[in-house]
């Protein structure tokens, strides 16, 4: 079974939690804190790998979690982290976020194109700190320590693109599969009839010195781009390619079309599925010429190319990429022009790959973290009305997860850190006073910051009172 797209859940391992304690050995008075930290929870992460050729693994199986930190210990004995779960996925997969309430998928998260490349889809809760990290000149015997974060989980898409360097492209029933099978060893179901191919096929060609792997993609129909026939399902795995090679049957099939009008219409849906594809570099294939009557079928596609590439810089001189477009006579049945067909594909792929090897490739995982830790450090207050205000933001929220609710040392340590980050003047700014009831995650608190003209108070500040915070 051939699966190109699916929705699996990803969920990372939770922290464990920091541990309180304090070093009790005989002749060692006031021997201090030595609780450890929490071990880090386990990350998902998407491995591409070329001994998976489908997504099939995870066609019936959605849900997918790593393994948690564990607990530290006394005598500053740090938790283990928790292992990564690695998901080995098909060269070529593309990583998108996905609302599975609204089934829409989302912002690019990564995009495997290397073997072995690597990229973190959920990452794990981080472990708390141990109570030996909060010892000050002022509070030499802290008797807090921080809990483990909750892990992240999400949905996320998987959609496959095949990385072929050429792919046979064209209407139904012109040839393809039949081409496929004589250029290289692939054995595609060959039938006179419509739709004879649901799934890609690829094949490996060697010719020369060099070699290339070819794709035969299912017929395209008018109206592709749309929906229409087969066109989502396969237009996709174009999308890589680095050569189009355009099948067009000589004889108009059974239906007796138009060739010409078979190379506008594959071109026209090639551009309306995406920018810029129908420019892509192409090899015209004018198959099954061993026909009588198709001698001027190669003659009439090319003026129609030249025609073509005079229109598209408005009439005044020739667009060079389309004018280059060469045009070969074959026959899949009897074998003639394929060996020229493949030295013309071999070499034109060796030449687009390395002038694309020149240019480096963006690392999707790097942007992504970038982009995350910079989410992460950003909040937002919101004025709920009636004196209620909201705070939301991935590190205020780490922060609030990982207090212990039941010691007044760990509260009125998150205080100072929440005035440090700034917390408590974008409330005041966002018109909070005195008795405000704010709100983080599902905690509320009475506000106890600013004074009405903004001001901080840098004396006689007060803690939170016990019994301020709740379950909200």
Known sequence: MFIDQVHIHVRAGDGGAGCMSFRREA??????PDGGDGGHGGDVVLQASQGVSSLIDYRFKHHFKADRGTHGKGSRMHGANGAELVLR????????????????????????????????????????????????????????????????????????????????????????????????AARPKIADYPFTTLVPNLGMVRSGEHGFVVADVPGLIEGAAEGKGLGHEFLRHIERTALILHVIDATGGWEGRDPVEDCRTVNDELARYAEGLAARPQIVVVNKTDVEGTDDVARRVKGWLDERALDAVGGNAFDERLVETPVFCVSAVTGAGIDALTAATAQKVFELRSAASAQAAPRYDQIWERQRKERDQRFSVRCLGGHVFSVEGKAVERMVVQTEWENEEAIAYLQRRLEKMGVEKALSQAGARNGDEVRILNRAFAFAGAMDEGAFPKEGRRPLEEGAWDEG
Not at 27 to 32: A, D, I, L, R
Not at 90 to 105: F, H, L, S
């Open 27 to 32: 002749y060692v008075p006031k021997g201090g």
């Open 89 to 184: 996925v098909p060269v070529g997969t593309q990583v998108r976020e996905y609302d599975e309430g609204a089934k829409e998928a989302g912002p690019l998260i990564a995009d495997l194109t290397h073997e072995g490349e690597r990229a973190v889809v959920a990452h794990g809760g981080h472990g708390g700190k141990g109570n030996i990290h909060f010892v000050t000149s002022t509070r030499r015997a802290p008797a807090f320590a921080e809990l483990g974060e909750p892990a992240e989980g999400r949905w996320i898409e998987l959609e496959m693109k095949l990385m072929a360097d050429a792919a046979l492209v064209g209407m139904p029933s012109v040839g393809k599969s039949s081409l496929i099978a004589r250029m290289s």
